[in-house]
């Protein structure tokens, strides 16, 4: 294989692992949301506000990961 394939895969493993893990965290922090707010229904507002704050983190950091992907695969130093 050439150094362009091994780029073109380490692409992949970058957004795929980061696709993953980002669904995987959003997935369980709604889930725990949900019954923290089923408990404790009087404190639903500020849960809800935490819960978005910290979902655009989590998408924040695999964004990054799109990110420095796409940098590799058009703007590759490698090669």
Known sequence: MTT???VA???AFIIGMGAI???IGIAMMGGKYL???ARQPELMN???TKMF???G???AAFLIGVGIAMLFAFANPFV
């Open 57 to 59: 983190l989590i998408d």
């Open 21 to 23: 893990g980002a669904c």
């Open 46 to 48: 500020a849960l809800q």
């Open 9 to 11: 895969l380490a692409c």
């Open 35 to 37: 019954e923290a707010s």
């Open 4 to 6: 362009a394939a091994f």
């Open 53 to 55: 704050l910290l979902a």
